[in-house]
């Protein structure tokens, strides 16, 4: 079947995500949260929004991020990386009386992660419309969401209003749930999520994120629902059993891991979410778009910190030609 993509093209502007910037600080130890002195390691650039976007940026997309950070060193490692990376940072804001967002973390024995946030007391959540904001979003292509940022009124605010003017100038809108279980999301919120899963063009959960966007138990039942309701791509992120893509016109692509050994899993979705994105609106299909983001993915897990391994695409090749899948 011919492939249905429709994501705009590149050439139609930048894609765009807005939400939460900070900096990410880990534990050099595993074990359970952090009641007692542990050795760190820091200030990594992070945020899923950000390594999101920097992931698209270095994949030779067209990327801007909207956001804030503080007058501060931290916002300044975050703001050089992405600037370095080719992202545009015009609708970034630099709070003079907020501190930049921060997150502490540390994994446990079985690999999961405990988070110490600071969101909401910081800058990340202290950004909304601006003309540099309306500017950057008056000539967007693509509008991508991660579901962390539903939380933050000010970054809902800014959501709603970009969709509006990115469809209606031919855009498109991809969302990542990206659910996290250290942050609140009250019924307000998960309408924002309903209106948003019934407004976009691309799906990127994983596991549970798919039956809750849809409404309904059951892979092949989400799928066919959501496919039902508008949404025309859908991209399973599997973890070590690789991805799925399922498109409108009835197409499954199937797409195996690469075997690396993993050094920090953090930011592996959402590396693989920007190289996708930009992969596709870049105009590949989806067998080429899911290849390079399963690198992507992949290759951000060998190297500590969330966006300390996202690759350029000719990084990406060379990891592609050089690296076992599974079978």
Not at 111 to 122: E, H, L, W
Not at 148 to 167: D, H
Request: net charge negative; proline share 6%.
């Amino acid at each position: 079947m011919a492939d249905a993509n429709r994501l705009a093209p590149d050439s139609l502007g930048p894609t765009v995500c807005v939400g939460e910037i900070l900096v990410e600080i880990m534990a050099t130890t595993a074990g359970d949260g952090f009641l007692e002195p542990l050795d760190l390691i820091g200030p990594f650039p992070s945020g899923a929004p950000a390594i999101f976007i920097d992931q698209c940026a270095r994949m030779g997309g067209s990327a801007a991020m909207i956001g804030a950070v503080g007058a501060d060193d931290f916002g300044r490692v975050n703001t050089a990386r992405l600037a370095r990376d080719g992202a545009d940072i015009s609708g970034i804001a630099v709070d003079p009386d907020y501190p930049t967002g921060s997150a502490f973390v540390r994994y446990r024995l079985d690999g999961s992660r405990d988070f110490v946030f600071n969101i909401a007391r910081s800058a990340a959540a202290r950004f909304g419309w601006t003309p540099k904001v309306q500017a950057l979003i008056e000539r967007s292509g693509h509008l991508h969401v991660m579901g962390s940022a539903l939380a933050m009124p000010s970054a809902w605010s800014v959501i709603e209003k970009a969709a509006g003017i990115i469809k209606g100038r031919g855009g498109s809108v991809s969302l990542d749930p990206n659910l996290r279980k250290e942050l609140r999301y009250d019924a307000e919120t998960e309408d924002r999520f309903a209106r948003l899963v019934a407004m976009s063009d691309l799906l990127l959960p994983s596991g549970p994120e798919l039956e809750r966007a849809a409404g309904v138990e059951g892979e092949a039942a989400a799928i066919a629902r959501l496919l039902g309701m508008g949404v025309s791509e859908i991209v399973m992120k599997r973890g070590a059993k690789g991805a799925t893509c399922f498109l409108v016109d009835g197409t499954r692509t199937d797409a195996p891991a690469f075997v690396v050994d993993e050094v920090d899993p953090t930011g592996a979705g959402d590396c693989f979410g920007g190289a996708y994105v930009a992969c596709r609106r870049l105009g590949m299909g989806p067998v080429e778009a899911l290849t390079y983001a399963s690198a992507a993915g992949a290759r951000n897990v060998t190297v500590r910190g969330p966006m300390e391994g996202a690759g350029t695409r000719a990084e990406l090749d060379a990891f592609i030609a050089n690296t076992p899948r599974r079978i």
